[in-house]
């Protein structure tokens, strides 16, 4: 089972773009589910999330710009982008936030900032 990322690409400073996730194989539910970001040279880390009741959380650098959304009955998760800086720059992946429930990593897809 793999999650796939999809929707990042190469946006100019104060850009946006809407990240899609999908289940190859089995559908999931929004809650529960995060989008994570590895910058170059850095450790994975958790840029939003839903919580388990539904709750978006968001990382302190992008409140305010960024979004997670999703629809459980399509088994897809989003994550629109807006403001973009060249610190958002880095590979975005989608899994469940809980390690133990987390699949395939897969490729994630890249998101690149700059002018």
């Known amino acids: 089972v793999q999650l796939q990322a999809s929707g990042g690409g190469l946006v100019q400073p104060g850009g946006s773009l809407t990240l899609s996730c999908a289940a190859l194989?089995?559908?999931?539910?929004?809650?529960?589910m995060a989008w994570f970001r590895q910058r170059l040279g850095q450790a994975r880390e958790v840029v939003a999330s839903?919580?388990?009741?539904?709750?978006?959380n968001y990382r302190e650098s992008v409140k305010g710009r960024f979004t997670i959304s999703g629809d459980s009955e399509k088994s897809i998760l989003y994550l629109q982008m807006n403001n973009l800086k060249a610190e958002d720059t880095g590979v975005y992946y989608c899994?469940?936030?809980?390690?133990?429930?987390?699949?395939?990593w897969g490729q994630g897809t890249l998101v690149t900032v700059s002018s």
């Open positions: 899994n469940p936030t809980n390690p133990l429930r987390q699949l395939n």
């Open positions: 194989e089995t559908p999931f539910r929004i809650n529960g």
């Open positions: 839903i919580s388990t009741a539904g709750r978006p």
